[in-house]
Nanobody, 114 residues
């Protein structure tokens, strides 16, 4: 099974930008759908957006217009590109194969604060 590992989190000021990476251990196209999730303190995990192997991308209304998802086939990596960040974007961000049996990774912390 192809494993996914998130990276790229950090501390950023409100209005700033950050790019998260989701590196696959094998062929990224072998995964039908890769999703980006986030979990803020005291809140349930939510789906931020996903990209299908064919390239279709969907983003939640809460991030549409501020976040984008892209893919680098050579690097076997999916990116979550975040801009106009707000304090309520603070969360642990995860990427995951949307197959039910696929495991969760460790996530990467994003903190938006002045």
């Amino acid at each position: 099974q192809v494993q996914l590992v998130e990276s790229g989190g950090g501390l950023v000021q409100p209005g700033g930008s950050l790019r998260l990476s989701c590196k696959a251990s094998g062929n990224i196209y072998s995964i039908s759908t890769i999703g980006w999730y986030r979990q803020a303190p005291g809140k349930e995990r939510e789906l931020v957006g996903f990209i299908k192997a064919g390239g279709f991308i969907n983003l939640s209304d809460s991030v549409k217009g501020r976040f984008t998802i892209s893919r680098d086939a050579v690097e076997n990596t999916v990116y979550l590109e975040m801009s106009s960040l707000r304090p309520d974007d603070t969360a642990v961000y995860y990427c995951k194969d949307l197959s039910p049996e696929a495991p969760w990774g460790q996530g990467t912390q994003v903190t938006v604060s002045a």
